[in-house]
């Protein structure tokens, strides 16, 4: 079964601080690992992946990820928070499922940036 | 390159109507996938279409149906609309190929209110 846990709805940074947010996920398989945002009433925009080719993954933005095979998590972290980033971030894994290639995803995680 | 785009953008109907949602994948995905997104939550699977077949479902009613086009475009067709229908409709778009590693590619989304 797979599923994805995101540790804290909301989390409030000031400005410049360190952005981290937490997902943790459990597969059946190798799991591929993903990590969208969302800006209000918009659709979802992909952060970045994790597909086993490195376990620290830099994506967009400048926020990057570390796969931890151990602790079954890919948490999403960025050093200096901007305004911009204020958003709903999503963390998925995305597994053939049913025949199709398909994104579980958490409940996400809403960032808000404190000037 | 042009993106996923999704119309209407908004969209309000009555109990027990019908509705249909239109989706264009991005240029040269093959692979359309849509997801309900109830207020505050995941995006959640409901189907993905590939070469014009249903080739996966999610945990949804065969009230939820759809369609893809030669064209890759696609419809999202719910019948018998319930209240709890109401929710944010992705389409996302993906490269040939169904693999769990596949980037999907999303629309802005249809907000459908049933009252």
């Known amino acids: 079964a797979q599923s994805v846990t995101q540790l804290g709805s909301h989390v409030s940074v000031s400005e410049g601080a360190l952005v981290l947010l937490r997902c943790n996920y459990s597969?059946?398989?190798?799991?591929?690992l993903f990590w969208y945002v969302q800006y209000p009433n918009q659709g979802l925009q992909l952060l970045l992946k994790?597909?086993?080719?490195?376990?620290l993954v830099k994506g967009i933005n400048g926020f990057e990820a570390e796969f931890k095979k151990s602790e079954t998590s890919f948490h999403l972290t960025k050093p200096s928070a901007h305004m911009s980033d204020a958003a709903e971030y999503f963390c998925?894994?995305?597994?053939?499922?049913?025949?199709?290639?398909?994104?579980?995803f958490g409940t996400g995680t809403r960032l808000t940036v404190i000037p | 390159e042009t993106g996923v785009t999704q119309s209407p953008t908004h969209l309000i109907k009555t109990r027990g109507q019908q509705v249909t949602l239109r989706c264009s994948s991005q240029?040269?995905?093959?692979?359309v996938s849509w997801y309900q997104q109830a207020l505050g939550q995941g995006p959640q699977f409901i189907f993905q279409?590939?070469?014009?077949?249903?080739?996966g479902r999610g945990n949804f009613p065969p009230r939820f149906s759809g369609l893809q086009f030669p064209n890759y475009s696609s419809e999202l067709n719910v019948n018998a609309l319930e209240l709890d229908d109401s929710a944010l409709y992705l389409c996302?778009?993906?490269?040939?190929?169904?693999?769990?590693?596949?980037?999907?590619?999303f629309g802005p989304g249809t907000r459908l209110t049933v009252t």
């Open positions: 996302a778009s993906s490269s040939p190929g169904v693999s769990g590693s596949r980037e999907q590619y």
């Open positions: 240029s040269g995905h093959n692979t």
């Open positions: 998925a894994v995305g597994v053939l499922w049913t025949g199709a290639n398909n994104l579980f």
């Open positions: 994790y597909t086993s080719a490195a376990t």
């Open positions: 279409y590939y070469r014009e077949e249903e080739n």
């Open positions: 597969s059946s398989v190798p799991p591929y």
